[in-house]
Nanobody, 114 residues
């Protein structure tokens, strides 16, 4: 499974961005999908996750502001990020669980200015 993220950029605090992750390859084997992020000097952390059945969970820091979704027909996952804060600045990575293996994208940088 190959993953390509897009949609990152520089935005002012309070604005919105939508990230996309397109999967290719053995996409039929994909189960859960998720977004992680890694800020400078910090460990990578889970932002949001969605199962094949559509169940979702979010990090407390993004609940109510971010929404994860997936379009299985397009093999694409999204992360709608609203009310962005400077502390959301990070590289955002797409993550996929498929047949017991974990795959990662190369990441897309999100920078939120105050």
């Amino acid at each position: 499974v190959q993953l390509v993220e897009s949609g990152g950029g520089l935005v002012q605090a309070g604005n919105s961005l939508r990230l996309s992750c397109v999967a290719s390859g053995s996409t039929f084997s994909i189960n859960a999908m998720g977004w992680y992020r890694q800020a400078p000097g910090k460990q990578r952390e889970l932002v949001a996750r969605i199962t094949s059945g559509g169940s979702t969970n979010y990090a407390d820091s993004v609940k109510g502001r971010f929404t994860i979704s997936r379009d299985n027909a397009k093999n694409t996952m999204y992360l709608q990020m609203n009310s962005l804060k400077p502390e959301d600045t990070a590289v955002y990575y797409c993550n996929v669980l498929a047949v017991g293996k974990v795959y990662w994208g190369k990441g897309t940088l999100v920078t939120v200015s105050s």
